[in-house]
């Protein structure tokens, strides 16, 4: 079956404004997660999804970072007034929740602040 | 607090021959999970392998294992007869199951390189 899609593959803005980055996780997955990750770096938990609990947001590193599920599925990334250290690749990532203990990620989105 | 430390960022190794890759971890909490993921070029995170805390054998997973010695808090990746295609970047993460039940945090990686 399909796998993760995420969309843009590749963002450039300019700084001070607002993107959106999009995540289909696998049909059935319960659990998904963002992440960051700089050139060269290892990943940076952002914020994870599980059914219709309150999202984990603990890893957002600003008030311009915020991110939604819609209907247990699509999630979109939002980065207000983007700054040059935004840029980095997004991965977002689907399981079966906390029972599924392999992550499916997605291919990842560019995002280059100008 | 938890906390991944993977010590290589670079590694050099013949074909054919075995490799560990290193990783060791911080946590208070009883339960947790182990991982590796490997990231060739195309920048895709391949799951590779998961050791639970109470798992009382290694896990392996075709060429590849996990040598784990809780005492010591180490999770190392061990290839055997590695590929060109091994080549890629590696990372160990971790999964508190009681605190922070969500949030799974990888380590720095280590870059591996296989020579023909």
């Known amino acids: 079956g399909a796998g993760v899609s995420q969309s843009p593959s590749n963002k450039v803005t300019e700084k001070g404004k607002d993107v959106e980055l999009r995540c289909d996780p696998i049909?059935?997955?319960?659990?998904l997660y963002w992440y960051r990750q700089s050139l060269g770096q290892g990943l940076e938990f952002l914020i994870y999804?599980?059914?219709?609990?309150?999202?984990?947001k603990s890893g957002l590193p600003s008030d311009r970072f915020s991110a939604e599920r819609t209907g247990g599925s699509v999630s979109t990334l939002t980065i207000q007034r983007t700054q040059q250290e935004d840029s980095a690749v997004y991965l977002c990532?689907?399981?079966?929740?906390?029972?599924?203990?392999?992550?499916?990620f997605g291919p990842g989105t560019r995002l280059t602040v100008t | 607090a938890q906390k991944i430390t993977q010590t290589q960022p670079g590694m050099f190794v013949q074909e054919k021959e075995a490799v560990t890759l290193d990783c060791t971890y911080d946590?208070?909490?009883?339960?947790?999970?182990l991982f590796w993921y490997k990231q060739p070029s195309s920048g895709e995170m391949i799951f590779l392998i998961y050791?639970?805390?109470?798992?009382?054998q290694n896990a392996t997973e075709g060429r590849y294992s996990l040598n784990f010695q809780k005492a010591r808090k180490s999770a190392n990746l061990v290839i055997s007869a590695s590929q060109l295609g091994d080549s890629a970047m590696y990372f160990c993460?971790?999964?508190?199951?009681?605190?922070?039940?969500?949030?799974?945090?990888f380590g720095s990686g280590t870059r591996l390189s296989i020579r023909p």
């Open positions: 990532a689907s399981s079966l929740g906390l029972a599924g203990v392999e992550q499916y």
């Open positions: 049909s059935g997955h319960t659990a």
């Open positions: 999804f599980q059914g219709n609990s309150a999202p984990d």
């Open positions: 946590t208070s909490d009883p339960s947790y999970g």
């Open positions: 050791q639970g805390s109470y798992d009382q």
């Open positions: 993460a971790m999964r508190e199951m009681y605190s922070s039940a969500s949030k799974i945090i």
